[in-house]
């Protein structure tokens, strides 16, 4: 495993969107909540480079909690259960632990947070609204000229699909409502990351140290 890439994912507020039927969500947006999700997915990687592009494509497996709102952690693991890597946010900032590059990324909690694993545009926050089935950031998502629309819609089960899109080739769709949390975040190079997750008993003890993570002796530590 090369590079460790990284989803989740993926904010606490609401996004633009156009509601073609009637679908209200089960969960608010202001409430704090803790939880634990496992999953597994892919994600492809595209690199520019002079002779053509390169692709690159992983299986991999995601462990996160997360405390809404602003903390998560995300364990990764790639074929056979090979450890990957792990990213942890707090109100902060975010940091990326990369052990295969010996690496160690501090960034902003922004869309670009993640950039240094996919060349995809998502930010911790956004990562929570799918985990807990919130509403994006409709000031965020805005800026970014990202509009939504809900499609599938069952009044009945509370339960719909969402697509997010931007004229520049930004992409996010997720479930609402179901008990397992699937959504695909793609850009306009053809990068993307696909997952689902479940909800699972929480056996991790809820602590600080959870929200925080420290580069190795010898990384190379990069903001």
Known sequence: MTVFVFASALALS?????V?????PKKSSVTSDFGQWRGQGTATK????????????WTIGLEVVSRTPGFGRIEVSGAMGV???????????TRILLPMQKRFVIAPNSSQAFRSILPLDIS???????????????????????????VDISEK?????EVCRSEKGFALERTRGFEVTSF??????GSRLKMNLK?????????????SLEAPRGFKVIR
């Open 83 to 93: 450890y990957g890597g792990t990213v942890a946010w707090n109100r902060e900032e």
């Open 124 to 150: 911790p926050a956004e990562i929570e609204a799918i985990l807990f089935d919130r509403e994006f950031s409709k000031e965020s998502f805005k800026k970014r000229g990202i509009t939504c629309r809900f």
């Open 157 to 161: 089960d509370q339960t719909a699909k």
């Open 20 to 24: 073609e039927q009637k679908w209200v």
């Open 14 to 18: 609401g996004c633009v969107t156009t």
């Open 46 to 57: 595209v690199t520019s480079k002079p002779d053509g592009d390169k692709t690159e494509n």
């Open 184 to 189: 695909e975040v793609r850009s306009a190079d």
């Open 199 to 211: 909800p699972v008993q929480s056996k991790v003890e809820e602590r600080p140290a959870l929200w």
